[in-house]
């Protein structure tokens, strides 16, 4: 449509000059009239007033609705626990992650002492035939003593700990059952004494 009149071609340092370049309109080229934005029918205005109608429900919207309301209390609740577990969901993730890197970089013979410490549950659990107290007291038993074996020094720690929870919980239990036997032994409580025959 335009024709550059004057070139200028020059070094890369005359870059930073500033010049003026002349353009001219075709000479053969027909004039053309200029089109008005409103004569445009991306621009043109609707005739009439626009008035927004409701359509009418179908059976499948009001089912959906229906369905809405009646899960509300149970997606609510399903949101309340996500929240809830997440912290303790994402401190597992952590735990998980921390026991996989130890076990990437187990020291050496931990794997050969994990073996030997499992196997001695497997025998406990074996030799724990019958009674269900057994099977819970056996595998651990032998999987304790093969762990004392390995790790004494944190065996010493978990016996002396467990020595003491073990004389708090007797002594709870001394308590309790001294505090009901005062109550079952006081005068209002007399149904069975001998002289009420």
């Excluded at 009239?33 to 009439?48: A, D, F, Q």
């Excluded at 009646?70 to 994402?90: D, F, H, N």
Aim: net charge positive; glycine share 8%; proline share 8%.
């Amino acid at each position: 449509m335009f024709k550059v009149i004057q070139r200028s071609v020059g070094p890369a340092s005359l870059s930073l000059l500033t010049f003026r370049v002349y353009a001219s309109p075709k000479k053969d080229s027909p004039h053309k009239t200029s089109v008005k934005v409103n004569e445009l029918s991306l621009y043109s205005v609707p005739e009439g007033q626009s008035k927004y109608v409701e359509e009418p429900r179908t059976p499948l919207e009001e089912s959906i609705s229906h369905l809405r309301r009646y899960c509300e209390p149970y997606t609510s609740w399903c949101q309340e626990m996500y929240s809830q577990t997440k912290p303790r969901m994402q401190s597992l993730v952590q735990w998980g992650l921390g026991s996989y890197e130890y076990l990437q970089n187990a020291p050496p013979g931990f794997f050969p002492r994990l073996g030997v410490i499992g196997f001695a549950g497997i025998v406990g659990l074996l030799l724990a035939r019958g009674s269900k107290i057994k099977k819970l007291v056996y595998p651990a038993g032998f999987m304790g003593l093969a762990a004392s074996l390995y790790y004494p020094q944190q065996a010493i720690v978990f016996v002396q700990v467990s020595r003491e929870k073990l004389y708090d919980w007797g002594l709870r239990g001394y308590i309790v059952v001294e505090d009901l036997w005062k109550n079952f032994q006081k005068p209002g409580n007399v149904k069975n004494s001998p002289g009420n025959k």
